[in-house]
């Protein structure tokens, strides 16, 4: 199968979507198989993609971005249905016009809990944008049971297309040896 991510979340240092983004993308070139990956980018000349090495079961393509609104609403699903990918795996917001399967990522909805930790200007998208993209998703990953139970309640998501992932932690974080 052909995976498309979008991937720009990778590409901001020390955010959680990042870390979360570049685990995600490191992982899968771990794995054996002939599945390839289309990883969408704002910036595929960015460190982040360098940093994965040259394999043929990546391709990174840049696309546009809009200021992120437009990679929403028409470029990246232009781009997936270029890249022919089989499945795309997108955070929060799903594209619009994108009719493959499409897992939908969703550490949590903080913008309904703690509202004023958001710009003022995004929370109506928040609120639109993100319900919507539940309800298209094929499948949702919430990164915890909170997350899980708030999406089921307030969303009314079937749990069966729900799984909690927890997010892995970083490759420093191991035991010490004793010296």
Known sequence: MNFGI???GGERDGAGNSTYTRGLSRSLLTLNGNDTFVLFA??????????????????????????GLGRILWTLARAADRERVDALHVQYFAPLRFARPLVLAVHDIGFVHVPKSFPTSHRP???????????QATHVIALSEFTRRTLEKRYGVAPHRISVIWPGVGENFRPLTKT
Do not use: E, K, N
């Open 125 to 135: 998208l928040m609120r639109t944008l993100i319900p919507w993209s539940v309800r």
């Open 42 to 67: 704002a910036r595929a000349d960015h460190s982040f993609y360098r940093s994965l090495g040259c394999t043929s079961r990546f391709r990174v393509r840049a696309i546009a971005q809009h200021g």
């Open 6 to 8: 979008d991937t720009h």
